[in-house]
Structures are given as structure tokens and as C-alpha cells.
């Protein structure tokens, strides 16, 4: 049984923001905080009671926020921290909540740590990251290349995860400890009501063991961040890379005083070997690892996160949907079979308009660290025509182009004189919110009025799961049931089929298209939810 605090999160949507690439306020063609605060009506209206906002501290940019410089003020190019103060009050005069991304396994080598550390042994910082006189293990940086890099001033290596801008913290030295809870704590003051958690499983390592996460100390370490009385009422989801239960329970277990919940990357590209090469992925796997995962979490009274994108990702439609003719239809459709689940929904920035991924004909257009290090590694061997047919495939930057509001120059999302940081999305004149509103087929509209569902049934949130369809079977049928409130969701896969269920039903209140009975002939990716009678 989930626990009240855990119930409660059910009832969130939570709505994921790329700051810069969300709304422009100023012209600069970059998105900042005065254009999200324009925009949370908005996010209100699709029926989103938090935002979680991608990092918007102090940062160089190299990795677009992950590389912070300063986190207790506000990256030059999203405002000040009196418009951070504004969009907080916005936020909460709405009955909003907030949730920042905090980056607590490495800093930028700009931070203000990073330089008094490299400055060599016997100052205060001198510990607060990885330092060797000589390459210790054959460590590679998940943007490829050595994890060690030669700092001539210090005369010594230091341990990059990232990017070599991105310095790992040493989370052994009690002071990068102390240093991140007053970090939690000043922002938890300012009016956070939460955290996403970056790489969670990094901070505690075992190098001399040669592991680079999951090390002794991590829950400890997690448990020095939330643990604590003054912190636990906040939400918190880590970004962890497992797929263990026991381990999960070990992060999320309502009386570990750890996280409320992890991001489960099981069914998304990411995480896996060579995220640049499609997959067999469709949405009877999906369907599988969603079944597989809500057994387990309920097994283990765990809250779970419902996503199926966000920024480092490429858009779910566009890979195992049909993000072309029947691109409304198959969004709607995996939109019904996620977000009727048990869990906490995310939903993050474009998903609510069926945005699909983009493609950009040369390797100039993309901004993303991590592409573009896989990109010189694969010219070595490929074409530039394969490579780009991978990095458009698999690039980040497919989800972090400006979000398109109509079809004028750069769709709205800076003036149409403006440079925006990234080429607006090749699809944004034919898939942009004002045409979406405007549609009979509006993805938004269907999406606001999947989570009123759920927001108004207790059911959908935190209910009892029974599923009806089979691994083998190509559509997705499940209950949801609390007290004496049963509904039945069916979702169609790629192929017209007959579905039978075993029970009566009222008529459907959700579909993606005209249908009087839950029962019966669906079309491909037709999707329908109904009380059960
Ligand atoms: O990503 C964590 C991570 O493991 C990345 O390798 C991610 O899985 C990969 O980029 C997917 O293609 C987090 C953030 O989400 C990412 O944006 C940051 O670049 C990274 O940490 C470093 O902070
Ligand atoms: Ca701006």
C-alpha cells in the first residue's frame, strides 16, 4: 500500500521545462524566466500542478545548465533571481508547485570551488573534487573519451564524468556534503517544493574498486540531502541508472527517507548501449516494460514516475509511434496507456501538442556536447551521410529546439528578427500549439482532458492495476479500481483489431476517436477509457 505522502504525489502532474528553449522574453533568442511566467496559465490550463524547470543556475554552458557555476543565483540568460522570486509567487499564487534540477555530482571547472581547488593542496577546496598525479583507471566520459583530465596549474588528473568542463565533486569530503545541503536548504527557503536530482547514482564512487556509481556511501549521502526533517516533506525523483528492485527499494522505500521516486529508464532509449542506433522498440515493448515496472513498484509500495520523454531524449511519437499521418491518433494513444497508470505523470515541454522529433541536414545545426562528441567518433569511421542519419536519430537535441507556439518566424518563440540558440523545429510551421488549439484533433485538448480524468478520479491515481491484455498482444488493456470506482483503458496498437472485454461498460468519457462502446472494432492507435458498469 503506498503511503499517504506517496498517494498525494499521485495527484501531481508534473510538466518538464527546458528553460531555454521555452519562451523568449527579450529578444535574445535564448528562453528565459520572464517568458515561462508568461506562459503558466498555459501549463495550468493543460492541467499541470508543477514545473519542473532543467537547471537554471549560474552556468558556462557547456552542457546547457548541467555545468553550474554558482547555485545559488540564476544563469545570466534566464534573468535575475527577483524574476526566479516572480515565477516562484506565479507558481504558487496558482496553486503551483516547483521543482528545480539539482546537479550535486559535479560542478563547472568555472565554479568558484573548482578554480580555489586547482590552485593545489592545503587550501579549504583542495579535496572538494578527484585529484591523481597520474591516470588511476580507464574511466570513459559518457560524452566520450577519458573520464581524466590534466590540470596544468594543479599538476594533477581530476575525475570527469561528463564533459571536461564538468568536474565530479568528492562526495567523501564531508564539506562538498554540508556545502550541497546548504544548497538544498537555500532554495528550499526560497519556496522549492522539490527536486529532480541529476545522475543521483554518482555521487558516491569507489575508484580504487573501479566503481564509478552505486558506491558504499550513497545512501548515506542521499539520506544527508533528504533525510532530514526540515526536507521531507519535499517531492524528490533521482535520475538513477537501475533497473534493480532491490536497489530501487533501497532509493525510494517511503520509510528509507530518501527519494519519493527514480526516473526507471527501462523502456527508454537512453541508458542503453549506443543510443544513436535504433532498437526493435515499439509500443508492445513499451506496453511490456510499463506492466513489468507497475508490477514491481507495486509489489514494493514504491511510487513510480510516468515519462516518456524529456531532454535527453527523442520524442517517443517518432520512435515507435506514426508521427506523420496518424500522428494525433498515436499520441493520444501511448498519452492514454502511460498516464492512466499508477504513478507520478510527467509530461515534458511539446508532448502536449504531439511535437515529433526534428531533423536538421548538417552536423553545424546541433548544439548537443554529447552528439557532437559521438559525431567526431563515428566520422572516423562512417559517411557523413550515417552519421547524421544517427545523430538525428538519437541527438538531444531532438527534444531541446524552441518550443513552437504558432507558425510565424521562429514559431513564436523569440521576435521574428531574433537568432534563436538552436534552428527551430523543421516541423514547427505544420505542429505548433496555435494550429493544435485550432485542430478538431488537438493533442493539448486530449491531454487536458486525460488528466482531468485522472485528477478527478482517485482511481486513476493511486487504484488498484489489473491488466487484461498479454505480452503477445498487440493493443493494451488494463483496470483501474478504488472503493467502488472500476474503469477499464483500452489502447489500440498499430493494426485494426477486434477487442473483447470481459465485463459491461457505460460509454467511453475519453476516446481519440468517435466510439460508443469500450468494446468492440478499433482503429489503429485508437484509444478509449470507460466506467466500468
Ligand atoms: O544525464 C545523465 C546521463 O546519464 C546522460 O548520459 C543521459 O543518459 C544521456 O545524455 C542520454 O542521452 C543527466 C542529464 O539529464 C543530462 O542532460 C546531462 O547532460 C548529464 O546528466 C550530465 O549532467
Ligand atoms: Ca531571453
Same mark, same amino acid.
Given at each position: ?24 522574453? *527579450? ?13 503558466? +496559465? ?11 524547470? #532543467? ?21 545570466? /540568460? ?9 515565477? @516562484?509567487?506565479? !507558481? ?5 508547485? $516547483? ?10 571547472? +568555472? ?11 592545503? *587550501? ?25 583530465? =590534466? ?17 565530479? !565533486? ?33 555521487? %558516491? ?7 564509478? %556509481?552505486?558506491? &558504499? ?16 516533506? !519535499? ?5 538513477? *541508472? ?7 527499494? $533501497?532509493?525510494?522505500?517511503? /520509510? ?5 521516486? $527514480? ?6 532509449? #537512453? ?31 514504491? !511510487? ?9 531524449? &527523442?520524442?517517443? @511519437? ?6 506523420? /499521418?496518424?500522428?494525433? /491518433? ?56 550515417? #552519421? $547524421? ?12 529546439? &524552441? ?45 487536458? +482532458? ?6 478527478? *478520479?482517485?482511481?486513476?491515481? =493511486? ?61 489503429? =492507435?485508437? #484509444? ?6
Amino acid at each position: 500500500m503506498l503511503s499517504e505522502k506517496y498517494k498525494d504525489f499521485t495527484g501531481w502532474t508534473i510538466y518538464q521545462i527546458y528553460p531555454r528553449s521555452f519562451q523568449d522574453s *527579450n529578444g535574445d533568442g535564448i528562453g528565459d524566466l520572464q517568458g515561462i511566467i508568461s506562459k503558466l +496559465d498555459y501549463i495550468k490550463e493543460l492541467g499541470a500542478n508543477a514545473v519542473w524547470l #532543467c537547471p537554471c543556475f549560474k552556468s558556462p554552458n557547456d552542457d546547457n545548465g548541467y555545468d553550474v557555476s554558482d547555485y545559488r543565483d540564476i544563469m545570466d /540568460e534566464f534573468g535575475t533571481m527577483d524574476d526566479m522570486d516572480a515565477l @516562484i509567487k506565479g !507558481l504558487h499564487s496558482r496553486g503551483m508547485k $516547483l521543482i528545480l534540477d539539482l546537479v550535486p555530482n559535479h560542478t563547472s571547472t +568555472d565554479h568558484r570551488w573548482f578554480q580555489e581547488s586547482r590552485k593545489g593542496r592545503g *587550501n579549504p577546496y583542495s579535496d572538494y573534487y578527484y585529484w591523481f598525479d597520474e591516470i588511476p583507471n580507464d574511466w570513459q566520459s559518457a560524452f566520450g573519451g577519458s573520464a581524466w583530465q =590534466y590540470d596544468a596549474l594543479r599538476g594533477q588528473y581530476y575525475l570527469h564524468t561528463f564533459a571536461a568542463s564538468q568536474a565530479d !565533486l568528492n562526495w567523501d569530503n564531508p564539506a562538498v556534503v554540508k556545502e550541497m545541503q546548504g544548497v538544498v536548504d537555500f532554495w528550499v527557503d526560497k519556496g522549492c517544493d522539490g527536486f529532480r536530482i541529476d545522475v543521483i547514482d554518482c555521487i %558516491s564512487k569507489n575508484i580504487e574498486m573501479g566503481e564509478n %556509481s552505486h558506491g &558504499p556511501r550513497l545512501h548515506e549521502y542521499i539520506r544527508a540531502l533528504f533525510g532530514r526533517e526540515k526536507v521531507s516533506h !519535499l517531492f524528490t525523483v533521482g535520475e538513477g *541508472n537501475t533497473n534493480d528492485i532491490e536497489d530501487i527499494v $533501497l532509493h525510494c522505500g517511503s /520509510e528509507r527517507n530518501e527519494l519519493s521516486t $527514480l526516473f526507471i529508464f527501462d523502456h527508454m532509449e #537512453c541508458g542503453r548501449s549506443d543510443k544513436f542506433t535504433p532498437k526493435e522498440d515499439s509500443l508492445k515493448t513499451l506496453r511490456n516494460h510499463l506492466v513489468y515496472w507497475q508490477t514491481e513498484t507495486d509489489k514494493n509500495d514504491l !511510487l513510480y514516475s510516468l515519462f516518456i520523454e524529456n531532454h535527453d531524449q &527523442p520524442q517517443i @511519437i517518432s520512435r515507435i509511434g506514426n508521427d506523420k /499521418e496518424l500522428r494525433y /491518433e498515436s499520441a493520444t494513444d501511448i498519452a492514454t496507456m502511460v498516464y492512466l497508470l499508477k504513478g507520478v505523470p510527467f509530461i515534458y515541454q511539446g508532448q502536449e501538442i504531439g511535437m515529433p522529433a526534428a531533423h536538421y541536414d548538417s552536423i553545424d545545426d546541433f548544439d548537443d556536447v554529447e552528439c557532437l562528441g559521438y559525431y567526431h567518433k563515428y566520422r572516423e569511421t562512417l559517411s557523413e551521410e550515417e #552519421c $547524421l542519419r544517427k545523430i538525428n536519430f538519437g541527438s538531444r537535441d531532438n527534444a531541446r529546439h &524552441p518550443m513552437a507556439w504558432d507558425d510565424s518566424r521562429n514559431s513564436g518563440f523569440t521576435d521574428e528578427n531574433a537568432t534563436p540558440w538552436l534552428l527551430p523545429h523543421n516541423r514547427a510551421a505544420e505542429v505548433n500549439v496555435a494550429k493544435d488549439l485550432a485542430s478538431e484533433k488537438s493533442v493539448y485538448r486530449f491531454y487536458k +482532458d486525460l488528466l482531468k480524468l485522472r485528477k478527478d *478520479n482517485k482511481a486513476f491515481q =493511486y487504484g488498484d492495476v489489473e491488466v487484461f491484455s498479454k505480452a503477445e498482444d498487440d493493443f493494451f488493456v488494463y483496470t483501474r479500481s478504488h472503493g467502488d470506482s472500476k474503469w477499464v483503458v483500452v489502447c489500440n496498437f498499430e493494426t485494426q483489431q477486434n477487442i473483447e472485454l470481459p465485463f459491461e461498460c457505460e460509454m467511453p468519457v475519453l476516446a481519440n476517436m468517435n466510439r460508443a462502446t469500450a468494446s468492440g472494432c478499433y482503429a489503429p =492507435y485508437e #484509444c478509449a477509457a470507460a466506467k466500468v458498469k
